[in-house]
C-alpha cells in the first residue's frame, strides 16, 4: 500500500532563516506531488506541483520554492523565511491518471516569529 | 482562473440536525472530489463525482453533481459529533494539468451534542 511522509509535524523558525520540508511517497511510482498552504481556519492554498522529476509548476509567487529531485521525494524551501510564510504545509501525490484523489501528509505546522 | 466557492463557511448544529455545505465552481467541471479535515489534522478523501446529476451515498452522507457539472453539494443526515471538522470540495476543470485541482475554503461543521 502507499504511504506518504511528511516532515517535521511542527516548526518554528525566526524571520529571516532558511526553510526546507521534506516529503517522501512510498508504494508507487510516477505520482503526481503537491505542496498546499493552508491558513488558520482558511482553505487549501496549491503553491507547487509536479507531475516528474525536475517538473515543478509554481501557481503563486512567492518566498518560496520546490524541488523534485527523485522520483517520490518533493522538497520545499526558502532561503529566507518572512512573518507571512507561517501557516500549514501539507503535502500530497495522486496517481498520474487524470481522475485520482489525492492523498495528503500529515502536515506541518510553521511559525514564522 | 477558475474559482470554487463553498458556503457556509461555518455551520453549528445540534447533534441529530441535518447539515449541508454547497460548491459552486466558476467554470464547468471534469469532476469534483470532497474532503474532511478533522480539527488538528490533514484532509482526507470522502469521494469523487463525474458525472452530470451524479449522486452517490455513503450511510448518512448525501453527495450531489449538478446537471451542468458547475455546483456540488454534501449533505448530512442527523449529525454525531464524530462529523465534526472541516468539509472541503475541490473541482477539476475541463483544461487543468491532469492532477490539479482547485479547494474551496471549506465549510467547519461544529456539532452541539
Known amino acids: 500500500s502507499q504511504t506518504i511522509h511528511q516532515w517535521p509535524a511542527t516548526l518554528v523558525q525566526p524571520v529571516g532563516s532558511p526553510l526546507s520540508l521534506e516529503c517522501t511517497v512510498e508504494?508507487?511510482?510516477?505520482?503526481?506531488l503537491y505542496w498546499y498552504r493552508q491558513a488558520a481556519g482558511r482553505g487549501l492554498q496549491l503553491l507547487f506541483y509536479?507531475?516528474?522529476?525536475?517538473?515543478i509548476s509554481s501557481e503563486v509567487p512567492q518566498n518560496l520554492s520546490a524541488s523534485r529531485p527523485q522520483d517520490r521525494q518533493f522538497i520545499l524551501s526558502s532561503k529566507k523565511l518572512l512573518l507571512s510564510d507561517s501557516g500549514f504545509y501539507l503535502c500530497?501525490?495522486?496517481?498520474?491518471?487524470?481522475?485520482?484523489?489525492?492523498?495528503f501528509g500529515q502536515g506541518t505546522r510553521l511559525t514564522v516569529v | 482562473g477558475q474559482q470554487v466557492m463553498q458556503i457556509p463557511q461555518y455551520q453549528h448544529v445540534q447533534e441529530g440536525e441535518d447539515f449541508t455545505t454547497y460548491c459552486n465552481s466558476s467554470t464547468t467541471l471534469s469532476n469534483i472530489q470532497w474532503y474532511k479535515q478533522r480539527p488538528g489534522g490533514h484532509p482526507v478523501f470522502l469521494i469523487q463525482?463525474?458525472?452530470?446529476?451524479e449522486v452517490k451515498k455513503q450511510k448518512r452522507l448525501t453527495f450531489q453533481f449538478g446537471e451542468a457539472k458547475k455546483n456540488s453539494s454534501l449533505h448530512i443526515t442527523a449529525t454525531q459529533t464524530t462529523d465534526v471538522g472541516t468539509y472541503f470540495c475541490?473541482?477539476?476543470?475541463?483544461?487543468?494539468?491532469?492532477?490539479?485541482?482547485?479547494f474551496g475554503d471549506g465549510t467547519t461543521l461544529t456539532v452541539k451534542p
Open positions: 463525482l463525474v458525472k452530470s446529476g
Open positions: 500530497a501525490w495522486s496517481e498520474s491518471d487524470y481522475n485520482t484523489e489525492a492523498f
Open positions: 508504494g508507487t511510482s510516477n505520482p503526481n
Open positions: 509536479s507531475v516528474g522529476i525536475g517538473q
Open positions: 475541490a473541482g477539476r476543470s475541463f483544461n487543468t494539468n491532469a492532477g490539479k485541482s482547485t
